[in-house]
């Protein structure tokens, strides 16, 4: 089957890879995606399927699927970039991937005579927006059995799981005067905010390793001899627990308020953006994957530690059985959102492992429609 998968990529190749570079040299932010969804639903339209967009309740999403019955096999497409960078995060190759995985698993399905479904789906704004989480609420899900989908890195490795995400602005409001006439009749702002980034960073040593805890000065005032009487701080909360993540989020706001106190201020705590789930990585979808890439070449590793970034793939990764495993775009450590990511993701080495990591992708939505006994084996989250 793996082989009839990669031939089937091999067909589109060229088609792959000019929606690829498309995307690459136009970058889009989250919501925006307008170019890129377009031409990812014209390609899919050219090979014969048919294509609901917009869907789900955003515009820039979109949806195409192929056979009948159950199980429904569900791939993510991705195709948002970042702002000033571009597509340093590869997602121009995470909607070839999709796609070219899609249309092999659905040829299969075809030529093969089998039953089950494939379905892609288009989803927008995972950098900071997401684009998954309010696809869920609209029912993307709701027929779907299991999911994936795959990730440049600078190595190929399975999923090992992301952090939950909350992000927060805390404003503080206190009291404008003279620093140096009158320093006595200001309450300051800006104190306000030293003070919660102690109180964060002295509370680091009582949380374990999987949590994360970040934050920057977004407002520090106006000038060093006016008291500020606004400052302000943006806050991201991370852990792959997502039963820490609630212990965090109460302990943040309980530093937020030990601030209030000690200056006077008073604080506006305001969520920014839509939280993420921790991601729960499948381990019979891993090891399937795993083996199907390294049949075609591919040497993959087994990080030490988890990962510690994070993605609204965790959403769906806790509704149903899901992987998001990484395929490589350069044959050295290169740190991701960065601008050599960014170059790297357009170059025939990303492309190519992309495509190897599609088959690899198809191999493991075909086997979960075919194989009773595997999707028996990924529903109960077994690994033997």
């Not at 993307?140 to 992000?167: E, K, N, W, Y």
């Not at 980034?197 to 106006?222: D, K, L, S, W």
């Not at 350069?330 to 599609?358: K, V, Y």
Request: aromatic share 8%.
């Amino acid at each position: 089957m793996l082989s009839f998968l990669v031939d089937e990529i091999a067909g589109i190749k060229g088609d792959l890879r000019k929606l690829s570079d498309d995307i690459w040299n136009n970058p889009e932010l989250a919501y925006q995606e307008h170019f890129a969804s377009t031409q990812a639903k014209n390609l899919l339209e050219n090979l014969g399927y048919s294509v609901k967009k917009p869907c789900f309740g955003l515009d820039t999403a979109f949806t195409a699927e192929y056979g009948s019955g159950t199980p429904v096999f569900a791939i993510f497409a991705e195709y948002d970039a970042l702002p000033e960078i571009g597509h340093g995060c590869g997602h121009n190759l995470i909607c070839a991937a999709a796609i070219a995985a899609f249309h092999a698993a659905a040829r299969a399905i075809s030529e093969k005579k089998l039953s089950g479904k494939v379905v892609l789906l288009g989803s927008p704004a995972e950098e900071s927006g997401g684009g998954k989480v309010r696809m869920i609420e609209n029912g993307c899900l709701q027929s779907v059995d299991a999911a994936m989908m795959v990730h440049p890195s600078f190595r190929a490795i399975p999923d090992t799981g992301s952090t939950a995400i909350s992000r927060f602005d805390v404003i503080f409001h206190g009291k404008a005067s003279h620093a140096a006439g009158a320093p006595e009749l200001g309450v300051n702002a800006l104190a306000a905010v030293n003070l919660l980034f102690a109180g964060v960073n002295a509370y680091r040593e009582q949380t374990p390793e999987n949590v994360r805890m970040h934050g920057i000065i977004t407002c520090g005032g106006e000038a060093p001899n006016i008291t500020p009487d606004l400052a302000s701080c943006r806050f991201f909360l991370r852990s792959t627990d997502q039963k820490w993540m609630e212990k965090i989020e109460k302990r943040f706001l309980d530093i937020v308020r030990g601030a209030e106190l000690m200056t006077g201020a008073t604080a506006e705590v305001k969520p920014f953006n839509i939280p993420y789930k921790a991601r729960r990585p499948n381990d019979a979808l891993n090891r399937n994957f795993l083996e199907g890439i390294t049949k075609l070449g591919v040497k993959y590793i087994i990080p030490a530690t988890g990962g510690r970034g994070s993605s609204d793939f965790g959403n769906v990764s806790q509704l149903i059985p899901g992987i998001h495993p990484y395929f490589p775009v350069a044959d050295h450590e290169i740190p991701g959102h960065s601008q050599l990511f960014r170059d790297a993701c357009g170059t025939d080495f990303a492309f190519g492992n992309a495509m190897t990591a599609a088959a690899a992708m198809a191999d493991t939505a075909v086997k979960y429609i075919t194989d009773a006994n595997f999707k028996a084996e990924v529903d109960a989250g077994i690994a033997k």
